[in-house]
């Protein structure tokens, strides 16, 4: 069942969508406890919001002691679960029909009775999944998305809620990009969120002129033989700026160009992400032995995309041949490669998938 609620500004949708029993009989794949022991991790990015009226604090993780559970109005976020569980890489691996290039990661909020983060806007889209208990969930088109000052969360100013919904487990609501919603937990409760990548162009500009310098290349020198004695000694001379934009207007970049930064730029995987080298690794034929028995699987921390002939993987790129990437493209597809699709593997690509497996990038299934 759909409820849907159109058009009243403020994002790049114009549509939200209240999807009842988007999963039928859900169960949450982690416990309580095992969100919790993420979140006492030095590797796991997490976050403690309180309240107390209208006063909010934030505390950054790793968060080795909580509030009692009987304690009202906290909340705790753990961010890119998929990263560390099976089962919760599996379901965002369900929201695919947003290509990988989009999709970011899957955050579990738990929140006590009344808990919150307050009425705030994302500035991408997120599906918010109802996996224990229930959330009680205001929404607003308005475009008066100004912030409260000297908060340590960007609380809107003057929320007004137009719409109301209450989620059960299984329930699900979709939000466009600067969707003005507050999420307040009835009881206990954990709200999954499955947000986008939505880089602004301004960080992709700044980026894009930085992958740039690697490859210009603009020979000589200035000079100016036939330089006559300065009038204003101060001023730039106009010989001087038209020599220097003569240059500078030679760089061009290509449709290839781009590319192969947005490959890169879109398969890097966060700072915060590590991979575990393996301890003891396989020689090369051993490892191969053993993918030709089992097959292999990209660990849940890769990041792996393709575009033409042009493959990436963890912010690296590779240009590849016809034969070689339909292999490739499979793998970035699926995420895994059975032993009859390694039989058709050359020299080359698995000698790459050792080299991969060593670094954690994959792994043998």
């Not at 793998?331 to 000698?351: G, N």
């Amino acid at each position: 069942m759909f409820c849907q609620a159109k058009g009243r500004g403020g994002g790049t949708s114009s549509s939200v969508y209240n999807v009842r029993q988007a999963i039928p009989a859900f169960q949450a794949p982690l416990t309580r406890q095992q969100v919790f022991d993420l979140a006492g991790r030095d590797d796991v990015e997490s976050r403690l919001i309180t309240q107390n009226g209208k006063d909010w604090k934030m505390e950054h993780g790793p968060l080795a002691k909580l509030p009692p559970l009987k304690q009202k109005e906290w909340t705790m976020l753990v961010q890119g679960v998929n990263l560390y569980d099976d089962a919760a890489d599996a379901l965002l691996r369900e929201f695919r029909f947003i290509p990988d290039a989009r999709l970011d990661d899957l955050m579990i909020s738990y929140a006590s009775d009344g808990g919150g983060v307050g009425p705030h806007f994302d500035s991408y889209d997120v599906f918010l999944l109802q996996a224990h208990g229930q959330r009680r969930w205001r929404i607003s088109a308005q475009k008066d998305l100004s912030l409260v000052d000297g908060m340590p969360l960007k609380i809107l100013k003057n929320f007004k809620p137009a719409e109301e919904f209450v989620l059960e487990p299984g329930d699900m609501l979709y939000l466009p990009p600067h969707y003005a919603h507050d999420g307040v937990a009835i009881g206990e409760c954990m709200t999954y969120s499955i947000g986008f990548r939505a880089p602004a162009f301004q960080e992709l500009g700044e980026a894009f002129l930085q992958f740039m310098a690697d490859s210009i290349d603009l020979p000589g020198r200035y000079a100016d033989p036939g330089l006559e004695p300065a009038k204003h000694s101060a001023e730039l001379p106009e010989q001087l700026l038209t020599r220097v934009a003569d240059e500078i207007n030679k760089m061009r970049f290509t449709d290839d160009d781009i590319t192969i930064f947005l490959g890169e730029y879109l398969s890097e995987p966060k700072a915060t992400t590590y991979f575990d080298p393996v301890d003891k690794p396989l020689t090369p034929a051993r490892f191969v032995q053993a993918a030709n028995k089992r097959g292999i699987r990209l660990s849940r921390k890769t990041r792996m995309l393709y575009r033409g002939k042009h493959l990436f993987i963890n912010g690296e790129s590779f240009a590849v041949g016809r034969a070689d990437k339909a292999l490739l493209t499979v793998l970035a597809d699926e995420r895994q490669l059975d032993k009859t699709a390694l039989a058709k593997a050359s020299k080359d690509v698995l000698e790459a998938f050792h080299n991969w497996y060593q670094d954690g990038w994959l792994e043998l299934a």
